[in-house]
């Protein structure tokens, strides 16, 4: 099947590339989860301050961006189309940055803490 006109990049860079990427995802996977796993004392209560803070920065900028919408009365509304076009970026911007705190804060499960 002739697939050149729709554009096979990604497909033929991991005919050729997907081994070494899987291999390199994998590595950067077990450092990740190495120094998570051997995680304590005051790196631990940095990585959790650092969680802690990504959250409560998050759901400002949420908040912030919701702001006109609870002003107008919608107080359950859900996603990025209830917030003005204006603020679209800082309600993306919060949702990463909670949900990276999250991420963060999972990972330190994985620690002997």
């Known amino acids: 099947m002739e697939t050149r006109k729709n554009s096979n990049g990604l497909e ?27 995680l304590s004392g005051t790196p631990w209560i940095c990585v959790c301050v650092a969680g802690f803070v990504l959250q409560i920065s998050g759901a ?3 908040l912030y ?17 209830s917030v003005p076009e204006s603020l679209a970026g800082f309600y993306r911007w919060g949702w990463r940055l909670f949900l990276f705190g999250v991420v963060l ?9």
């Open 105 to 113: 804060s999972l990972c330190l499960l994985l620690s002997g803490q």
């Open 60 to 62: 400002v900028l949420i």
């Open 12 to 38: 033929t860079f991991m005919e050729h590339w997907g081994r070494v990427v899987v291999v390199i995802v994998t590595l950067l996977g077990l450092q990740i989860f190495m120094f998570f796993s051997n």
């Open 65 to 81: 961006a919701k702001i006109p919408v609870y002003r107008s009365g919608r107080y359950f509304t859900f996603g990025i189309k």
